[in-house]
């Protein structure tokens, strides 16, 4: 759990850190995401302690959530190299860019967590998927709060 912990709070430090070196800075991103999938993983399977047969239910639909959630943590880096590169020269454009972009990941993810409890329900005991969307939403705070720790205000 402490490794995990650690892999959020490096992606949230991730974009602001690196802005300037943008192709290197995607793939250590990529890199870097896999890598808090992994771990992300462990940690979910130890928390709901599934039996052999629910694992094989929930694995294919949380390996699709995963390459999902993925994309939205692409796209988060994106806005946040987009922030990293106008600060201190914020202009109400740029702002707006990234205001819309953020809420609409939030927002996205909100509704990946929703829909894919919806299709664990169908294959898993109510309690284990209440399990599954409160580890998801503690990972998700962590990052956040991390994120929120090493971001500036804008200016």
Not at 88 to 112: C, P, Q, V
Not at 116 to 137: C, H, I, S
């Amino acid at each position: 759990m402490k490794k995990t912990l650690l892999a959020f709070a490096a992606l949230a430090a991730f974009g602001a850190a690196n802005a300037s070196h943008a192709q290197n800075a995607a793939d250590e991103a990529q890199v870097l995401i896999s890598q808090i999938q992994t771990d992300k993983r462990a940690v979910v399977l130890a928390t709901l302690q599934l039996t052999d047969a629910q694992v094989a239910e929930f694995t294919p639909i949380y390996d699709e959530y995963q390459g999902k959630m993925k994309q939205l943590m692409i796209r988060g880096t994106e806005v946040l190299n987009k922030f990293a590169s106008n600060y201190g020269s914020m202009t109400d454009d740029a702002a707006k860019d990234i205001l819309k972009e953020s809420f609409k990941i939030r927002r996205e993810r909100n509704e990946l967590i929703e829909d894919y409890a919806k299709k664990l329900e169908r294959k898993l005991p109510a309690t284990k998927v209440l399990q599954w969307v409160q580890v998801e939403n503690k990972l998700n705070t962590l990052l956040d709060m991390q994120a929120a720790a090493v971001i500036p205000i804008a200016q």
